[in-house]
């Protein structure tokens, strides 16, 4: 069974902070995500990578960062979080074979004061 | 881009109706509809998808169907139940790129006894 492993399920930060969300996969997925999800808006693709030290931008990608160093690995950065950035924070991982289906982390809900 | 449209936002239905949610999308080349369900508090899960070259699947008491022509597919669940409480998304993508999906806003689906 695919696990996708979020670093926390709640952060509490402050405006201004350098906040890091980790993401970790054991599939050997060649494919990570990283969303954001409100209420009515659904789920907003920030960051994608699909190979390690690669990256592209998703739909919103202002104020956010992100870092594959690793296969299994996918880090999104808040530069200077913002209160605009509490939000609940999904990852997820596919397989690089085709369209395949992406598998999600517990996500992390996110908090700035 | 592509765009995926999703009706209706909340959906209430009497246990053992079914029930119907809709998508649309608007890229023409996309060739992959999974559909995800999440329940309060949890991460989402896939439930059922379907691919381009068919125009319906079913599994149990789900189904999909897909109308290329028109570019929208459809979620049915039939005999429905309480645990068939939660919000759905539908996505798309199309091959390559990563398999980056565009997600609905999402319907919020409430099964009353």
């Known amino acids: 069974d695919v696990k996708v492993t979020q670093s926390s399920r709640y952060l509490v930060k402050r405006t201004g902070e350098k906040v890091f969300l980790e993401c970790v996969q054991d599939?050997?997925?060649?494919?990570m995500f990283w969303y954001r999800q409100d209420p009515g808006l659904g789920l907003r693709l920030i960051y994608f990578?699909?190979?390690?030290?690669?990256?592209e931008k998703g739909d919103i990608p202002e104020g956010y960062s992100v870092s594959r160093e690793k296969k299994e690995r996918f880090s999104l950065i808040l530069e200077s979080a913002s209160t605009n950035q509490t939000s609940m924070y999904l990852c997820a991982s596919s397989s690089g074979y085709g369209n395949q289906p992406q598998h999600f982390g517990d996500g992390t809900r996110l908090s700035i004061l | 881009g592509e765009n995926v449209e999703q009706h209706p936002s909340t959906l209430s239905v009497q246990e053992g109706d079914s029930a119907v949610i809709k998508c649309t999308y608007s890229?023409?080349?996309?060739?992959?509809f999974p559909w995800y369900k999440q329940e309060l508090g949890k991460r989402p899960q896939l439930i059922i998808d379907i691919r381009s070259n068919v125009g319906e699947k079913k599994d149990q008491r789900i189904a999909v169907t897909l109308n290329k022509t028109a570019k929208h597919f459809s979620l049915h669940i039939t005999e429905t139940q309480p645990e068939d409480s939660a919000v759905y998304f539908c996505a798309a993508s199309k091959a390559g790129g990563g398999n980056k999906l565009t997600f609905g806003t999402g319907t919020q689906l409430k099964v009353e006894l």
């Open positions: 990578s699909y190979d390690v030290k690669m990256k």
């Open positions: 599939m050997d997925h060649e494919n």
């Open positions: 890229d023409s080349a996309s060739n992959y």
